[in-house]
């Protein structure tokens, strides 16, 4: 079960909003009544009320709006009880002060902004001590080792018990709470009313990430990354589940660069079967494969593990997807012969995507070139490869037959700036522009190469290319591209961007 929260200034508002969720199907609903501007009118509040509700009334030093004293504070709170409120929740300070009455349900709470204690376990067992129907702790992730303690929390509790880690590192625990035991997770009404630090949407909790449908059987996969809310990822694999009828989830991990060993150890005991990798772990998780295809060690990066029999196993998909991409566009006459041989190759940027397209092409005999606003870095690569590289500056002086956007450079928001421009003036159809962002698809890099009739390969057509890999190394069946396409272009379309 989900709870929504409702943080509003005026009753008619919270009301309306109220049994607006309600009839959406909500089942539970939380009111801040610290968000309200006057005096609260709990009669009006809870009279013909559609669904179970939680009053709260949160404390600013508890992330809360509460301005007025301790006790008007207490008071609300016992006259909440009195008024029939389904739950009420009382910080675990405050628990002893406000006995139980009637049948409101006692959620003994406790937060901090700022660490998930050492002491989870004694500071759960002083609340449930204090007379809890059930125990809610919310503390905020510093690392994704606090996520597994908060885990092992909920499944040892003998006391229903709400384990949340705030942030965007612990959003994992908002989505598998129920897996893991707890009778509800909290979720907002909408992204721009945000309760608390890592929480996400009740829309996006019960159709993308399904959670009322999550269950032990459910198979979990996710991508790890540092951020990772800005990843389209859980969108499209999560739509591609649904298309297929797949009981799956695939999950949001924010993982830091010094937690990542933690983590790939972590997986298989939480339950993750694989996931997708991006920045900044594409190369730093090659280390920790116990098998790894030879792409992966030719490249020196990768964008997949699978966890399999006790194995950790890693797959680039990135350079597959690249090379169909490429293949698909060039022209019969084009591949009737060697198509790569000598092949003049442009690369912008020097990541793992770049890795993995400038590996697969030279690899072809493609002749490729490198440049990045990091020269070192450039240079480290290309004697890698054995290519060459070039200062970024100098990337105007190139002739090249292919152009290789691997920068995210023209990414949202920056939809404004090109990694390369252009002489308009030339009309040049055997140019192939391969531009790998592809949120927005329509880049302004892709925009100015349809001008002067280059080839156009965009980021949408490899990012869903490379998924669909990912997506058969998963689940062991092809993928439902369609699905994909549509959900990554609706999330990446203007009209949508500009809300």
């Given at each position: 079960?989900?709870?929504?929260?409702?943080?509003?200034?005026?009753?008619?508002?919270?009301?309306?909003?109220f049994?607006?969720?309600?009839?959406?199907g909500?089942?539970l609903?939380?009111l801040?009544?610290?968000?309200?501007?006057?005096?609260?009118?709990?009669?009006r509040?809870?009279?013909d009320?559609?669904?179970?509700?939680?009053?709260?009334?949160?404390?600013?030093?508890?992330?809360g709006?509460?301005?007025?004293s301790?006790?008007d504070?207490?008071?609300?709170?016992?006259?909440a009880?009195?008024?029939g409120?389904?739950?009420?929740?009382?910080?675990?300070d405050?628990?002893?002060?406000i006995?139980?009455?009637?049948?409101?349900?006692?959620?003994?709470?406790?937060?901090?902004?700022e660490?998930?204690?050492?002491?989870?376990e004694?500071?759960?067992?002083?609340m449930?001590?204090?007379?809890?129907?059930?125990v809610?702790?919310?503390t905020?992730?510093?690392?994704?080792e606090d996520n597994?303690?908060?885990?092992d929390?909920?499944?040892n509790?003998?006391?229903?018990?709400?384990?949340?880690?705030?942030g965007?590192?612990?959003?994992?625990?908002?989505?598998?709470?129920?897996?893991?035991?707890?009778?509800?997770?909290?979720a907002?009404?909408?992204?721009?009313?945000s309760?608390?630090?890592?929480?996400?949407?009740?829309?996006?909790?019960?159709?993308?990430y399904?959670y009322?449908?999550?269950t032990?059987?459910t198979?979990?996969?996710?991508?790890?990354?540092?951020?990772?809310?800005?990843?389209?990822?859980?969108?499209?694999?999560?739509?591609?589940?649904?298309?297929?009828?797949?009981?799956?989830?695939?999950?949001?991990?924010?993982?830091?660069?010094?937690?990542l060993?933690?983590?790939?150890?972590?997986?298989?005991?939480?339950?993750?079967?694989?996931?997708s990798?991006t920045?900044p772990?594409?190369?730093?998780?090659?280390?920790?494969?116990?098998?790894?295809?030879s792409?992966?060690?030719?490249?020196?990066?990768?964008?997949t593990?699978?966890?399999?029999?006790?194995?950790?196993?890693?797959?680039?998909t990135?350079?597959?997807a690249?090379?169909?991409?490429i293949?698909?566009?060039?022209?019969?006459e084009?591949?009737?012969?060697?198509?790569?041989k000598?092949r003049?190759?442009?690369?912008?940027?020097?990541?793992?995507v770049?890795?993995?397209?400038?590996?697969?092409?030279?690899?072809?005999?493609?002749?490729?070139?490198?440049?990045?606003?990091?020269?070192?870095?450039?240079?480290?690569l290309?004697?890698?490869l054995?290519?060459?590289?070039i200062?970024w500056?100098q990337?105007?002086?190139?002739?090249?037959?292919?152009?290789?956007?691997?920068?995210?450079?023209?990414?949202?928001?920056?939809?404004?700036?090109?990694?390369?421009?252009?002489?308009?003036?030339?009309?040049?159809?055997s140019?192939?522009?391969f531009?790998?962002?592809?949120?927005?698809?329509?880049?302004?890099?892709?925009?100015?190469?349809?001008?002067i009739?280059?080839?156009?390969?965009?980021?949408?057509d490899m990012?869903?290319?490379?998924?669909?890999?990912?997506?058969?190394?998963?689940?062991?069946?092809?993928?439902?591209?369609?699905a994909?396409?549509?959900?990554?272009?609706?999330?990446?379309?203007p009209?949508?961007?500009?809300?």
């Amino acid at each position: 079960m989900i709870c929504v929260s409702i943080g509003r200034t005026r009753h008619k508002h919270t009301i309306v909003e109220f049994h607006h969720l309600a009839s959406q199907g909500v089942d539970l609903v939380e009111l801040r009544l610290d968000f309200i501007g006057r005096a609260v009118d709990l009669g009006r509040l809870l009279k013909d009320r559609p669904c179970p509700v939680v009053l709260t009334a949160r404390r600013r030093e508890d992330g809360g709006r509460w301005s007025k004293s301790e006790a008007d504070r207490l008071v609300l709170l016992r006259s909440a009880i009195a008024a029939g409120a389904d739950y009420i929740d009382l910080e675990a300070d405050i628990a002893s002060e406000i006995p139980r009455y009637g049948n409101t349900k006692r959620i003994v709470s406790y937060h901090d902004f700022e660490q998930t204690p050492d002491n989870l376990e004694e500071l759960h067992a002083a609340m449930a001590a204090e007379d809890a129907d059930i125990v809610k702790i919310a503390t905020m992730a510093n690392r994704f080792e606090d996520n597994l303690r908060m885990f092992d929390l909920l499944q040892n509790a003998k006391v229903p018990t709400i384990g949340i880690c705030m942030g965007e590192i612990g959003m994992i625990t908002r989505i598998l709470a129920g897996r893991f035991g707890a009778p509800f997770t909290y979720a907002t009404f909408s992204t721009d009313r945000s309760m608390a630090p890592g929480q996400l949407n009740w829309r996006q909790m019960t159709e993308l990430y399904r959670y009322n449908e999550i269950t032990p059987e459910t198979r979990l996969f996710g991508v790890v990354a540092d951020p990772v809310a800005h990843s389209h990822s859980p969108l499209i694999h999560n739509k591609a589940f649904i298309a297929d009828g797949r009981d799956a989830c695939y999950l949001p991990l924010r993982v830091p660069a010094e937690d990542l060993s933690t983590f790939v150890e972590a997986c298989p005991k939480i339950g993750i079967e694989g996931v997708s990798v991006t920045i900044p772990h594409k190369e730093q998780a090659v280390d920790l494969c116990d098998q790894a295809e030879s792409a992966v060690t030719g490249i020196g990066a990768l964008n997949t593990l699978v966890f399999s029999e006790g194995s950790v196993l890693g797959y680039n998909t990135d350079y597959r997807a690249a090379m169909d991409c490429i293949g698909t566009i060039l022209t019969p006459e084009e591949t009737s012969a060697d198509p790569y041989k000598d092949r003049e190759v442009l690369i912008l940027g020097a990541g793992g995507v770049s890795r993995a397209i400038a590996w697969g092409l030279h690899n072809r005999g493609a002749k490729v070139t490198l440049t990045s606003r990091n020269l070192n870095r450039s240079e480290h690569l290309a004697q890698e490869l054995g290519a060459q590289f070039i200062e970024w500056d100098q990337r105007h002086t190139c002739k090249p037959h292919l152009l290789v956007n691997g920068t995210p450079v023209g990414m949202h928001p920056n939809v404004d700036a090109t990694p390369f421009e252009f002489d308009r003036k030339i009309h040049d159809e055997s140019l192939i522009v391969f531009d790998t962002v592809y949120n927005p698809e329509q880049t302004l890099l892709v925009k100015h190469a349809r001008q002067i009739g280059c080839r156009v390969i965009t980021g949408v057509d490899m990012f869903v290319r490379q998924a669909c890999y990912q997506y058969k190394l998963f689940t062991g069946n092809e993928a439902a591209p369609r699905a994909m396409r549509e959900a990554i272009k609706e999330a990446t379309s203007p009209v949508r961007i500009n809300r």
